[in-house]
């Protein structure tokens, strides 16, 4: 079992800047491929990034590419999810998972990739 808790959500206006993140407790957080997902009101769930175990590769919705960074940092067992020039549009919850799928460069951007899910974290972007 993994437990993912995320935290860092909040209120910024449009243009401004972000970082939510996400610690892992349980297992060996260096063995999983973490991604972001977001859910915006009346919305399907959808990908925002992804971040594979060494940290070496990364993936990008196009709609958050040059805008979002996605890291981790296997000592503190943590993700981040770092966002800037944040749009309106970008109002969502905000979900860290993680996956330990051998074919995740494949299948990263599914959510059924994913075994371990966090409670989510709300991000509202003001215009």
């Known amino acids: 079992q993994v437990q993912l808790g995320e935290s860092g959500g909040g209120l910024v206006q449009a243009g401004g800047s972000l970082r939510v993140s996400c610690t892992a407790s349980?297992?060996?957080?260096?063995?999983?491929?973490m991604g972001w997902f977001r859910q915006a009101p009346g919305k399907e769930r959808e990908f925002v990034a992804a971040?594979?175990?060494?940290?070496?590769?990364?993936y990008y919705a196009d709609s958050v590419k040059g805008r979002f960074i996605i890291s981790r940092d296997n000592a503190k067992n943590t993700v981040y999810l770092q966002m800037n020039s944040l749009k309106p549009e970008d109002t969502a919850v905000y979900y860290c998972?993680?996956?330990?799928?051998?074919?995740?460069?494949?299948?990263?951007?599914?959510?059924?990739?994913?075994?371990?899910w966090g409670q989510g974290t709300q991000v509202t972007v003001a215009s």
């Open positions: 998972a993680a996956s330990r799928v051998r074919t995740y460069s494949q299948v990263y951007s599914q959510d059924s990739s994913y075994t371990y």
């Open positions: 349980g297992r060996t957080f260096s063995n999983y491929h």
């Open positions: 971040i594979s175990t060494s940290g070496g590769t990364l």
